[in-house]
């Protein structure tokens, strides 16, 4: 990864914002002096595109300190766990203690979010071919300067939140946090994604609701569980993909543009 990061960097300094930090490494589940190796990116990447890989990395973090196959079974059958565990120790990430138990070979990963961030990151760079950065600290911020991913398509800003824990871990005061970071940083379009196959329009959607109904707008359902508001900020999940529901997110804004003005 980092195509062009330059090209973000510069658009945030033309903005007014100092870039603290980016792209951070330490807490990420895979150890990040592989990702020097291209083949190793390549297949983590394809891996993650997963939903199951996914909740199954969630499950090693869970019990990094002692697993077995049998208590990673939660979103797949014990053929697809014991593969995704032979993935993970021929590329270094876990350690066999003992015959069929094994521990997180990181002493700092305690969540997934870094990670899921790091893949957001690659979608924009793999599928669209757009330059992006994730763990951005921004300097020169009024609503604190946490942004997951942001990310450059056609010149135009692009900033995702990433929410690794299922809906009913979200509160509403994320929900006012994440459009008050977008308010600040002004890109064209913001997309609020959790990493989940629950329906958005049960809890996260009435909290956008309350949140822009004093402006008079509305959320609109664009497809599944993927909503729109003016086109502008979009609120999606994982169902049925990641990098679709992301390419979906970009293609209406960018169809949506007036040829005319």
């Known amino acids: 990864m980092g195509i062009n990061d330059a090209s973000v960097l510069a658009m945030l300094k033309r903005r007014g914002f100092r870039v603290l930090s980016h792209n951070p490494t330490g807490n990420l589940f895979f150890p990040h002096t592989k990702l020097e190796d291209s083949f190793f990116e390549d297949a983590l990447y394809e891996m993650l595109k997963k939903y199951s890989f996914r909740i199954f990395i969630r499950d090693v973090i869970k019990n990094r300190k002692k697993f077995a196959a049998k208590d990673l079974l939660k979103y797949s059958t014990l053929e697809w766990v014991e593969s ?14 003992g015959p069929g138990q094994y521990t997180l070979r990181s002493e700092t990963v305690f969540s997934f979010g870094d990670t899921l961030e790091w893949f957001v990151a690659a979608i924009f760079e793999r599928e669209l071919s757009s330059p992006a950065l994730w763990g951005v600290r921004l300097g020169g911020t009024d609503a604190g300067g946490d942004y997951d991913v942001i990310a450059a398509v056609e010149g135009e800003l692009v ?7 299922p809906p009913k871990n979200i509160e509403e005061l994320e929900v006012a946090a994440f459009l008050k970071r977008a308010e600040t940083l002004g890109p064209s379009i913001a997309v609020f994604l959790e990493d989940t196959r629950l329906r958005m329009k049960d809890k996260i959607v009435p909290f956008f609701e309350n949140a822009v109904k004093a402006r008079g707008l509305e959320v609109k359902r664009l497809h599944d569980e993927t909503f729109s508001i003016e086109d502008k900020v979009f609120i999606t999940n994982s169902f049925p993909d990641i990098a679709a529901n992301i390419g979906s997110c970009v293609e209406r804004h960018l169809r949506g543009r007036r040829f005319w003005g």
């Not at 995704?84 to 990430?93: H, M, N």
């Open 84 to 97: 995704y565990i032979a993935f993970l120790l021929e590329r270094g990430v876990i350690d066999e203690t």
């Open 159 to 165: 900033y995702v939140e990433v929410k690794s824990s």
